[in-house]
């Protein structure tokens, strides 16, 4: 089945920073990467996502970037405001309705003032 | 509601004991899609249905779960005879074929 990989798994920075979020996954069947930001007690929302024949997608200060022949998307968050902070999934599928989605670990991010 | 709503937020019980969550997905939403998420992890797939059939159940962890949506609507995840590593917090989500809406989970603790 698929397995989605994420890094870093904790990551801190200043606010106003940009902050870089990446993922492979290992099934090329996958056309689907969403990418959710969970806060405490809270459950998983939407930030973004990008299908398999799209190489990038930008939503104000928010990116994600795909390369299929690497297999590995990355999100992008410029200009970081304390309330980023939260903890951020990448999420991989091979129906881009978002069933069966494969979620990454986890990156607990941290903005500091 | 304006969401997905899960119920009970909290659930403590006894080993052994049989519990049962409850999901309430937003009106009009057909898929409807049950994950577990262990402390520290990222969630994993239960179960999905779109209205009241059972379309996918691979992600059960074992017979003790057993989840139903009998009028495409409301579900219920159901674990019988709950065991320590059951403990986690279980989130619902609907959708209507596109993106997922997930409720704020019911964390379940086994002792």
């Known amino acids: 089945g698929e397995n989605v990989e994420q890094h870093p798994s904790t990551l801190s920075v200043q606010e106003g920073d940009s902050a870089v979020i990446k993922c492979t996954y290992s099934d090329s069947a996958s056309n689907y990467f969403p990418w959710y930001k969970q806060e405490l007690g809270k459950g998983p929302q939407l930030i973004i996502d990008i299908r398999s024949n799209v190489g990038e997608k930008k939503d104000q200060r928010i990116a994600v970037t795909l390369n299929k022949t690497a297999k590995h998307f990355s999100l992008h968050i410029t200009e970081t405001q304390p309330e980023d902070s939260a903890v951020y999934f990448c999420?991989?599928?091979?129906?881009?309705?978002?069933?069966?989605?494969?979620f990454g670990k986890g990156t607990s991010l941290l903005v500091t003032p | 509601g304006a969401g997905v709503s899960q119920s009970p937020r909290y659930k403590v019980a006894k080993r052994g004991q049989d519990v049962a969550l409850r999901c309430d997905p937003i009106s009009g939403h057909v898929s409807l899609f049950w994950y577990q998420q262990a402390l520290g992890q990222g969630p994993e797939f239960l179960t999905y249905?779109?209205?009241?059939?059972?379309?996918?159940k691979s992600g059960l962890p074992s017979d003790r779960f057993f989840a139903e949506r009998p009028e495409g609507s409301v579900s219920t995840l159901k674990i019988q005879r709950t065991q320590q590593e059951d403990s986690a917090v279980y989130l619902c989500a609907s959708s209507r074929g596109g993106e997922l809406f997930f409720g704020e989970g019911s964390r379940l603790t086994v002792l």
């Open positions: 999420a991989a599928s091979m129906d881009n309705s978002g069933y069966a989605l494969n």
């Open positions: 249905f779109q209205n009241e059939a059972q379309l996918d």
